[in-house]
């Protein structure tokens, strides 16, 4: 809370300093005007830290969604922060390359909702849909994304000539 006093009617300019690593909204330096009709505005100023998230891509053996002792990181898969949900990579999207040890940060981020999007990589699929991310001030999250190796089902499709169920040769 702040009040400024004796102040002469007319136009004043506002500021605030800002920390490092916060953003003000609106900005930190705004002109108030002070007259006869409105001699006790109000002018108000919030402000957010930026936020992260950060994990580990695994190969989830069990498909748990847990990552268990013996669970290998992946290094060199993509993961996206999808600020319009098309499940693309776009301009102006963030993307990471998760390090040797499977590792990926996202740093600096603004209040929005986004969807962190696993993109695992050749002979793996995102054991999970997009997550739904929504930073809160100052927030770090900590979501390590599995990946699994795809399932394979096979057969054949047959004219069961005597209705028993079996493919007689």
């Given amino acids: ?18 920390p490092a690593g916060w953003t003000m909204t609106p900005a930190p330096s705004v002109a108030v005007s ?23 891509v695994y190969e989830d053996g069990n498909a748990n969604g847990v990552r268990d002792a013996g669970e290998q990181a992946l290094a060199g898969r993509q993961v996206l922060l999808d600020a319009n949900a098309n499940g693309q990579v776009d301009d102006g999207e963030a993307t990471a390359i998760t ?5 990926y940060l996202f740093s600096n981020l603004a209040p929005a909702t ?10 793996h699929l995102a054991l999970a849909t997009p997550l739904v991310y ?11 994304l599995a990946a699994v190796r795809p399932s394979v089902i096979t057969g054949q499709k047959y004219e069961d000539f005597n209705g028993n169920g079996q493919r007689d040769e």
Avoid at 1 to 18: I, N, P, W
Avoid at 99 to 103: I, L, P, V
Avoid at 134 to 144: C, I, M, N, Y
């Fill in 1 to 18: 809370r702040y009040t400024l006093t004796g102040l002469a009617l007319g136009t004043h300019r506002v500021a605030v300093l800002v």
């Fill in 34 to 56: 002070l007259s006869a009709e409105a001699p006790e505005p109000t002018q108000n100023f919030g402000a957010f830290a930026l936020a992260s998230v950060a994990g580990t």
């Fill in 99 to 103: 390090d040797s040890e499977g590792r």
């Fill in 114 to 123: 986004l969807r962190l999007v696993l993109f695992a990589g050749d002979e």
């Fill in 134 to 144: 929504a930073p809160k001030s100052g927030e770090t999250l900590q979501r390590d």
